[in-house]
């Protein structure tokens, strides 16, 4: 098994910046996949941006690309997510995700029943 914490949301004004980490333990090795999704309330989960470990490919959704930037360090087990130029609409509870089961990324890499491991969520809320 894998878990997954995620730590580094907050409140941030529109137009600003903040960056978000999940750090995994477990069996990461047997992980082909990581991503960050988020949901709002009274909205479904949506994929947000997700990374094959080794560094590529790398998808995002259309509504974050040029402002969210996501990257991996293989030796801490962290994934990370950079967002930029914040907007109200990004605010919802950011979770980041984990898939050993399987094809790596790719294809329906948004759907969140594709994914085996989810954290706790952390709160990002843009006013």
């Known amino acids: 098994h894998v878990q997954l914490v995620e730590s580094g949301g907050g409140s941030v004004q529109a137009g600003g910046s903040l960056s978000l980490s999940c750090a995994a333990s477990?069996?990461?090795?047997?992980?082909?996949?990581m991503g960050w999704f988020r949901q709002a309330p009274g909205k479904e989960r949506e994929g947000v941006a997700v990374?094959?470990?080794?560094?590529?490919?790398?998808y995002y959704a259309d509504s974050v690309t040029g402002r969210f930037t996501i990257s991996t360090d293989n030796s801490k087990d962290t994934l990370y997510l950079r967002m930029n130029s914040l907007k109200p609409d990004d605010s919802a509870m950011y979770y980041c995700?984990?898939?050993?089961?399987?094809?790596?990324?790719?294809?329906?890499?948004?759907?969140?029943?594709?994914?085996?491991?989810w954290g706790q969520g952390t709160q990002v809320t843009v006013s």
């Open positions: 995700a984990a898939k050993a089961q399987g094809t790596t990324c790719g294809g329906r890499w948004y759907a969140p029943d594709r994914y085996d491991y």
């Open positions: 477990g069996y990461t090795y047997s992980i082909n996949c």
């Open positions: 990374i094959d470990p080794d560094g590529s490919p790398i």
